[in-house]
C-alpha cells in the first residue's frame, strides 16, 4: 500500500504544523545556515520532493530541481531517494 506524503510525515513528526511545531520552528530554524551541509534520513516522499529528518525535531523539505541531477534533466519518482535513504544535503 502506498502511503500520501502527509501520512509518512506525520508518521516521522506527529506534531508537524500544530501550532507548538510552528512556535518552535522560529527558534529551531537558527541553528540552520545557509551553504551548511547536513545529513539526513528520507522520512517522506511527493511528486515534487522529498522531506528529509536531520535532527531539528523538523522535516526538511528537498524540491527535485535541487536533488542531484534535478535542474538538468527530468526525474521520475522512481529516481527519488527512497523512504529511509540517508542523504547529504546544503541548506539553501
Partial sequence: ????WDVQLRRAFPEWST???RTRWES?????RLGREVRGTVV???????W???????PALLLVPNMGGGR???????DYPHVGDAL?????
Fill in 1 to 4: 500500500m502506498n502511503e500520501t
Fill in 19 to 21: 501550532e507548538a511545531a
Fill in 28 to 32: 529551531d530554524r537558527q541553528r540552520l
Fill in 44 to 50: 517522506a516522499s511527493a511528486h515534487f520532493g522529498v
Fill in 52 to 58: 528529509v529528518d536531520i535532527g531539528l525535531g523538523h
Fill in 72 to 78: 538538468s534533466r527530468p526525474m521520475r519518482t522512481e
Fill in 88 to 92: 547529504l544535503a546544503k541548506v539553501e
